[in-house]
């Protein structure tokens, strides 16, 4: 391996794409270099904003295969949604198959596929293609995640015993665009939204430091779902509206409330468990990430809006709308916590980093998409728990086949 820099190119770059153009002012030897987007606008607004943050200098691609096969891409970042996750590394691994172009890694968002069935084929058509691959689960990369689990493993589980209790939750009051609502596009509801981050940071703090995820084994699972605000006829509405008619939740919802409690085996046969709960529900000043670990004689928390900056302003201060203070914002008046760096916070400048030094050095990312595939496998079990209503051994017969009802356009808590 001689390259010392790498170009990335991005497939997509709208919402959380440009989130990782911000956090790539913090990341080193790596330039953005391409972009192929669906819609023009969006794929120029990305362009502009890496001229402006001068992480790169990109070109505008037709088509995947024109990006994959340009000799100034080494690597490509998947930022588009789920349901084009499996045309979109089907097109790459072609690319590279026909011997047009030539890769070094791909990183993928979350989740890596909307079921198990998809997440596996993600994973063996990286396997196949034969290059590194990342799992963009920036959660774990967090600062006060990786700190704080530095902390308590090294002080508190060294000299009184490892942790033994997960908490995790993520919530807001609900996605920016139609598609995440619509359980057939995106795979299902808030559990597979967001659970996803609250299953696999809540099993990164229970593992040992350096450890490999196998060392803790899931062994049962009891999840609930359900649809508390956006199946009110009142929200139902907005969506339609916000849809142009097509989001129906008065007869195909998505569950906007999920938890799961998740028994696992320690590495002597301790009972762990992870307990995690995300909506779509909650209306507070904006998104809301937290996270406690309870080990015999410590405790950690992080609540993302117990910020180190609050903000207020009179009912005098009038304005627009905005995502300016925090992820998800409800609210311009009144006393607002500030997010100062949600890229740095939320984990994506430390991802990124993580991600280009692994491609650079020729390593897998110690989060790829064989983590992407076991979270699917927790995340079906979980839906499988909450369809069935019971807890389920894990990992179940079928999962491999297992499609959430949601996911099919067939579930309505209202039928009950
Ligand atoms: N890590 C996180 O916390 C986090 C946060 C938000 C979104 N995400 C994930 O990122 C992905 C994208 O979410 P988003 O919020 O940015 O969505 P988005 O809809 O805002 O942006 C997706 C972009 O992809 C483009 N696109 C659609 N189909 C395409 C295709 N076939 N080829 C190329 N471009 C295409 C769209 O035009 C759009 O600009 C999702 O999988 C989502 O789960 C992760």
Same mark, same amino acid.
């Given at each position: 391996?001689?390259?010392?820099?790498?170009?990335?190119?991005?497939?997509?770059?709208?919402?959380?794409?440009?989130f990782h153009i911000r956090s790539w002012i913090g990341v080193r030897d790596a330039d953005i270099l391409g972009i192929v987007d669906k819609n023009k606008k969006t794929a120029q607004e990305a362009i502009a904003l890496i001229d402006k943050l001068?992480?790169?200098?990109?070109?505008?691609?037709?088509?995947?295969?024109?990006?994959?096969?340009?000799?100034?891409?080494?690597?490509?970042?998947?930022?588009?949604?789920?349901?084009?996750?499996?045309?979109?590394m089907e097109e790459i691994v072609d690319a590279v198959g026909s011997g047009k172009g030539?890769?070094?890694?791909?990183?993928?968002?979350?989740?890596?596929?909307?079921n198990v069935a998809e997440a596996e084929k993600m994973l063996a058509l990286a396997q196949k293609a034969g290059f590194l691959d990342g799992y963009l689960e920036n959660q774990v990369f967090s600062p006060a995640v990786v700190r704080g689990k530095e902390i308590l493993w090294t002080r508190g589980a060294a000299t009184t015993g490892r942790p033994y209790l997960a908490r995790a939750a993520e919530e807001h009051s609900g996605p920016h665009l139609p598609w995440f609502w619509e359980g057939t596009l995106q795979g299902g509801g808030v559990l597979n939204d967001m659970m996803c981050h609250s299953v696999e940071e809540a099993r990164f703090m229970l593992t040992p430091p350096g450890a490999k995820r196998e060392v803790i084994t899931p062994v049962k699972i009891t999840a609930y779902t359900n649809c508390l605000k956006w199946q009110q006829p009142h929200y139902a509405k907005i969506l339609?509206?916000?849809?142009?008619?097509?989001?129906?939740?008065?007869?195909?919802? $998505? #569950?906007?409330?999920?938890?799961?409690?998740?028994?696992?085996?320690? %590495? &002597?046969?301790?009972?762990?468990?992870i307990e995690t709960t995300t909506s779509w529900c909650y209306v507070g000043a904006g998104l809301r990430l937290s996270l406690e670990l309870l080990g015999p004689e410590y405790a950690l928390q992080i609540n993302t809006l117990d910020a180190g900056l609050k903000v207020f302003f009179s009912r005098e201060v009038k304005g627009s709308q905005?995502?300016?203070?925090?992820?998800?914002?409800?609210?311009?008046?009144?006393?607002?916590?500030v997010v100062s760096n949600e890229e740095i916070e939320y984990g994506y400048t430390a991802e990124n980093r993580h991600m280009i030094k692994s491609?650079?050095?020729?390593?897998?990312?110690?989060?790829?998409?064989?983590?992407?595939?076991?979270? $699917? #496998?927790?995340?079906?079990?979980?839906?499988?728990?909450?369809?069935? %209503? &019971?807890?389920?051994?894990?990992?179940?017969?079928?999962?491999?086949?297992?499609i959430p009802a949601v996911a099919k356009g067939e579930w309505n808590p209202a039928k009950k």
């Amino acid at each position: 391996m001689t390259k010392k820099r790498l170009g990335v190119g991005f497939i997509g770059g709208g919402f959380i794409g440009k989130f990782h153009i911000r956090s790539w002012i913090g990341v080193r030897d790596a330039d953005i270099l391409g972009i192929v987007d669906k819609n023009k606008k969006t794929a120029q607004e990305a362009i502009a904003l890496i001229d402006k943050l001068r992480v790169g200098k990109a070109t505008h691609y037709e088509s995947i295969t024109d990006m994959v096969i340009d000799p100034a891409i080494d690597a490509i970042w998947i930022c588009a949604p789920n349901f084009t996750r499996l045309e979109i590394m089907e097109e790459i691994v072609d690319a590279v198959g026909s011997g047009k172009g030539e890769l070094i890694g791909v990183a993928c968002e979350k989740p890596l596929g909307r079921n198990v069935a998809e997440a596996e084929k993600m994973l063996a058509l990286a396997q196949k293609a034969g290059f590194l691959d990342g799992y963009l689960e920036n959660q774990v990369f967090s600062p006060a995640v990786v700190r704080g689990k530095e902390i308590l493993w090294t002080r508190g589980a060294a000299t009184t015993g490892r942790p033994y209790l997960a908490r995790a939750a993520e919530e807001h009051s609900g996605p920016h665009l139609p598609w995440f609502w619509e359980g057939t596009l995106q795979g299902g509801g808030v559990l597979n939204d967001m659970m996803c981050h609250s299953v696999e940071e809540a099993r990164f703090m229970l593992t040992p430091p350096g450890a490999k995820r196998e060392v803790i084994t899931p062994v049962k699972i009891t999840a609930y779902t359900n649809c508390l605000k956006w199946q009110q006829p009142h929200y139902a509405k907005i969506l339609a509206e916000n849809s142009g008619g097509k989001t129906d939740y008065l007869n195909r919802p $998505a #569950e906007d409330f999920a938890r799961s409690l998740i028994e696992y085996r320690g %590495e &002597k046969g301790e009972r762990l468990i992870i307990e995690t709960t995300t909506s779509w529900c909650y209306v507070g000043a904006g998104l809301r990430l937290s996270l406690e670990l309870l080990g015999p004689e410590y405790a950690l928390q992080i609540n993302t809006l117990d910020a180190g900056l609050k903000v207020f302003f009179s009912r005098e201060v009038k304005g627009s709308q905005g995502e300016d203070l925090v992820e998800k914002q409800n609210a311009e008046v009144g006393l607002m916590p500030v997010v100062s760096n949600e890229e740095i916070e939320y984990g994506y400048t430390a991802e990124n980093r993580h991600m280009i030094k692994s491609f650079l050095e020729n390593k897998r990312p110690e989060e790829n998409f064989s983590d992407g595939v076991n979270v $699917a #496998e927790l995340l079906m079990a979980a839906y499988m728990s909450a369809e069935q %209503e &019971k807890t389920i051994a894990f990992p179940p017969p079928k999962l491999k086949s297992f499609i959430p009802a949601v996911a099919k356009g067939e579930w309505n808590p209202a039928k009950k």
